[in-house]
């Protein structure tokens, strides 16, 4: 890889995280801190500081991440892990601070519903969050101390997550009531949903397992009429112990009925499972990307 294609994948990145930042804080300056909705982790808890002593959350978030940057040097990676961590946090931080003195910027939000600010702030952040770990960087707070504590105790990272988001929306039902810390729960769940999205976009696929007896017509139909790749395996019966014919291929969402139709009228007798893929990287879908450090 050229040293000028590294520069630039290192640029881009850089580039997505700043644009991530931006949207993570407007999401939680247009939707999130005007209905009290209290986002997970050290946001959440900036979040509840600022309620009773008015310290700007920005700066709060920066500073309880701070130790979390020294541990996350030493057990995440060092140097690229540091500055692609310092540089999200520090650019979410300053965007929350400062968004809200653009002249136009709504102070107190711009829908006055629950509903709405827990849908839209979660969607919203959720696409920043994706942006940002698109880049291979990550949200510091939480993310940090759920890796950590994953490789330092085995501890999985979605329990890592549910633990501290849980405690933090247990202290905001005490803040701002419990009416909004359950909407607060809503925030949590679709934001984690948007943000496996974003990381995905339009890639999701379909993979097909065929177990046939009519393994070369199959193969021969969804070529032809599909165009798609087919993969031939061996496979044992388990309970007849006769040797059977088994056919990986991948295939859009789209194609997942003619691929059914083809099955069906060349083998009736077929067995197939179709899963779900969350990307698919060759021939006939998406190339290979080089990133950069």
């Known amino acids: 890889m050229s040293r000028m294609h590294v520069t630039w994948a290192s640029v881009r ?44 959350i920005g700066v709060m978030v920066f500073i309880f991440n701070l130790p979390l940057f020294l541990l996350g040097w030493r057990y995440l990676g060092g140097r690229r892990f540091l500055l692609r961590t310092v540089v999200a946090v520090a650019a979410y931080a300053t965007f929350t601070d400062l968004i809200v003195l653009v002249p136009f910027f709504p102070k107190t939000g711009i829908t006055g519903d ?92 379909r993979t097909a397992m065929i177990i046939t007896g009519q393994a070369e017509l199959v193969t021969g139909r969804i070529l032809s009429e599909m165009e798609r790749g087919v993969t031939t395996l061996s496979g044992t019966g388990g309970f007849t112990g006769a040797e059977r014919c088994v056919l990986y291929c991948v295939v859009s969402r789209s194609e997942v009925q003619q691929l059914k139709t083809i099955v069906r009228e060349s083998d009736p007798k077929a067995f197939m499972v179709i899963g779900q893929a969350h990307e698919a990287l060759g021939e006939g879908f998406q190339a290979f990307k080089k990133t950069g450090d």
């Open 13 to 56: 990145d850089y580039a997505l995280v700043l644009a991530g930042a931006l949207v993570e804080a407007t999401g939680l300056r247009l939707f999130l801190v005007p209905a009290n909705l209290a986002s997970g982790g050290i946001t959440g808890i900036s979040q509840l500081i600022n309620h009773y002593t008015g310290w700007p």
């Open 114 to 205: 629950l509903v709405l600010d827990s849908l839209y702030g979660a969607v919203v952040m959720g696409i920043g969050y994706g942006l940002v770990y698109r880049a291979q960087g990550t949200s510091g707070g939480t993310d940090i101390l759920a890796r950590i504590l994953n490789r330092w105790r085995g501890i999985p990272m979605t329990q890592s997550y549910l633990m501290t988001d849980t405690l933090v929306v247990l202290a905001a039902g005490f803040v701002f009531g419990w009416q909004k810390a359950l909407y607060a729960l809503i925030v949590l769940y679709v934001s984690g949903l948007v943000v496996d999205s974003t990381l995905e976009g339009a890639g999701t696929v």
